[in-house]
């Protein structure tokens, strides 16, 4: 069994830029949710994507924006990049929306 | 709104003493809540959810809605314990079921 995956580790942009961020779920979940982890808090729950549509979304403008592929890959993609953007953000999969959310290792975004 | 609430920021015991993580919720629906834990450059993960009522590496932890709390608790801790460990809610939304994480407390285990 292939656990969550992401890509890319980290990156660094500047500010105004666009970013796009990967994960892969884990074999047989087709549910994806985002968060955003920043320095010394939890994770903030951005928005979930079930079959392909997005599901619901926690409170980020939308500037945040995302996408889920027939393999139920996801992409979260950010515009107009703010400093206070820079954080870790991680991917979770379920087999279903209300199961148990399995992370991934987390890309770290810096905005400069 | 949901909130969970975990006081500690950072938690020191000795190896062989007991541990209690304090988290306390506020939500209008029925709870569903979790602990997961975050070892030392590994990702976050699961540690328990409540209910499945297991205990594991010999966590446990007992939902108590009267004072919306759900404490993880371990009777002898031991120096591999210490990591990040946050409590987290699920809550529906909008449609999604998204988690909501407490800040965490930083367990640290001292020999």
């Known amino acids: 069994e292939t656990g969550v995956t992401q890509s890319p580790t980290h990156l660094i942009k500047t500010r105004g830029q666009q970013v796009t961020l990967r994960c892969s779920s884990q074999?047989?979940?087709?549910?994806v949710s985002w968060y955003q982890q920043a320095l010394g808090q939890g994770p903030q729950f951005i928005f979930q994507y079930y079959r392909e549509e997005e599901n619901g979304r926690g409170n980020f403008p939308p500037r945040f924006s995302g996408l889920q592929f027939p393999n139920y890959s996801s992409e979260l993609n950010v515009n107009a990049l703010e400093l206070d953007d820079s954080a870790l953000y991680l991917c979770a999969s379920s087999s279903l929306t209300r199961d148990t959310q399995y992370f991934g290792p987390g890309t770290r975004l810096t905005v400069l | 709104a949901q909130r969970v609430t975990q006081p500690e920021k950072l938690l020191s015991v000795f190896k062989g003493a007991p541990v209690e993580l304090k988290c306390n919720y506020s939500y209008s629906g029925s709870p569903e809540l979790f602990w997961y834990v975050q070892y030392s450059r590994q990702r976050l993960q699961l540690l328990l959810r409540?209910?499945s009522r297991e205990s594991i590496k010999g966590f446990t932890a007992d939902l108590n809605k009267g004072e919306t709390s759900f404490h993880l608790k371990k009777p002898f801790a031991q120096e591999e314990d210490s990591a990040m460990y946050y409590c987290a809610l699920l809550y529906s939304g909008g449609g999604a079921d998204g988690l909501t994480f407490g800040k965490g407390t930083h367990l640290i285990i001292q020999p």
């Open positions: 409540h209910i």
């Open positions: 074999s047989g979940h087709n549910t």
